[in-house]
């Protein structure tokens, strides 16, 4: 552990870092910084990627992994430190897809064994260009749950700030499916590039490929991503590989809300091939799924997006493409062995 870097950010209490410090009492990593401001935070990711050390690890949600990746994206530092992220957010959704484990004594445990073995992987990550500049993330989504996220930062606590935790995130889910329609107006358009149309059915499977493809879409929730898991558990893009050097989209054209009620826990799950089942035996639009390596987004009037759980806005088209094995992730060893499932006997060639 002592070419280890562990970084707490703001949001952790006292109490979690005393607990947190305990357990790693008898490993003497090599350093532990508590970081007071988002400012420091991003201060000490950058002095990583410029220090002999090789690992760090953050304990913070997907907004303070955001951050991570992207400093240490423009340091160019993606291929030579290898980052780890501990659960500490309220969604921990780039958490969820690397199986880190829940409990903080098994995450410390998980953490410790990769860094001995060396347990990293490149993964894939989405580039995503506007006006404002360039900007890195795993997860970008248009629609509904944009709505959801807009009215979560509209609540705000007592000190000014944006009420934190799942329960507030839950109850701005809650009133924007009472209160608001589902769809939001806006008519957008889609051009995909080098890929294919692929739909994982109950009973049978199909598959189109396609250089470009343009479309025009409505769908309440519009999803491209290089990791499967948005938030507790939330298994939004089901298909993805995070290695494949391809990034999923998929288009949930939902009709009406008691569709989304009705199929939640499929939903949920990412069992798209059961909600589809119904959805086409019924002549209504399915969940549809495309793996690609490029996109454009646009509208014809000014839209936001979210990319890993942060808000932006766009007036111009937006563009995305994947990266191939641009960043290396520090994984546990149960997700690390589900990518090398030979042992020395076997011979790979490529």
């Given at each position: 552990m002592d070419s280890c870097l562990i970084v707490i950010n703001p949001n952790r209490t006292p109490r979690q870092i005393r607990k947190l410090r305990r357990l790693l009492e008898p490993i003497k990593p090599y350093s532990i910084v508590e970081t007071k401001s988002r400012a420091d935070f991003l201060q000490v990711v950058k002095d990583f990627c410029h220090s002999p050390l090789q690992y760090m690890v953050v304990w913070g949600g997907d907004g303070t992994a955001h951050d991570a990746i992207n400093v240490v994206m423009a340091e160019g530092k993606g291929q030579e430190k290898a980052i780890g992220f501990m659960r500490g957010g309220s969604g921990n959704g780039i958490q969820d897809s690397y199986e880190i484990p829940f409990r903080l004594k098994a995450q410390v445990e998980a953490f410790v064994e990769s860094i001995q073995k060396n347990f990293t992987l490149a993964v894939d990550l989405l580039r995503a260009e506007t006006q404002q500049g360039v900007e890195y993330g795993q997860l970008l989504g248009l629609g509904f749950d944009v709505r959801i996220l807009q009215r979560r930062n509209s609540r705000i606590s007592p000190s000014g700030d944006v009420k934190p935790g799942f329960l507030n995130y839950f109850i701005s889910s809650a009133l924007t499916i009472l209160t608001e329609p589902l769809r939001d107006g806006k008519?957008?358009?889609?051009?995909?590039?080098?890929?294919?149309?692929?739909?994982?059915?109950?009973?049978?499977?199909?598959?189109m490929p396609f250089r470009v493809l343009r479309l025009s879409s409505d769908a309440p929730m519009i999803e491209l991503g290089t990791r499967p898991y948005?938030?507790?558990?939330?298994?939004?893009?089901?298909?993805?590989?995070?290695?494949?050097?391809?990034?999923?989209?998929?288009?949930?054209?939902?009709?009406?809300?008691?569709?989304?009620?009705?199929?939640?826990?499929?939903?949920?799950?990412?069992?798209?091939?059961?909600?589809?089942?119904?959805f086409a035996r019924q002549e209504k639009p399915i969940i549809q799924h495309f793996e690609i390596k490029r996109?454009?987004?646009?509208?014809?009037?000014?839209?936001?997006?979210?990319?890993?759980?942060?808000l932006r806005s766009s007036t111009a088209p937006l563009k995305v493409e994947v990266?191939?094995?641009?960043?290396?992730?520090?994984?546990?060893?149960?997700?690390?062995?589900?990518?090398?499932?030979?042992?020395?006997?076997?011979?790979?060639l490529l």
């Open positions: 008519e957008y358009l889609l051009e995909f590039e080098e890929g294919k149309y692929v739909l994982r059915a109950t009973r049978i499977n199909a598959e948005y938030g507790r558990m939330f298994k939004i893009c089901p298909d993805v590989v995070c290695n494949n050097g391809l990034m999923d989209a998929y288009l949930f054209n939902f009709q009406n809300k008691w569709d989304i009620i009705r199929d939640l826990y499929y939903l949920w799950n990412g069992w798209h091939h059961r909600i589809n089942y119904r996109a454009t987004l646009s509208c014809q009037t000014p839209f936001f997006y979210h990319i890993d759980g942060e990266v191939p094995q641009v960043l290396t992730f520090l994984v546990p060893g149960v997700f690390y062995r589900k990518f090398h499932p030979f042992g020395e006997e076997a011979t790979i």
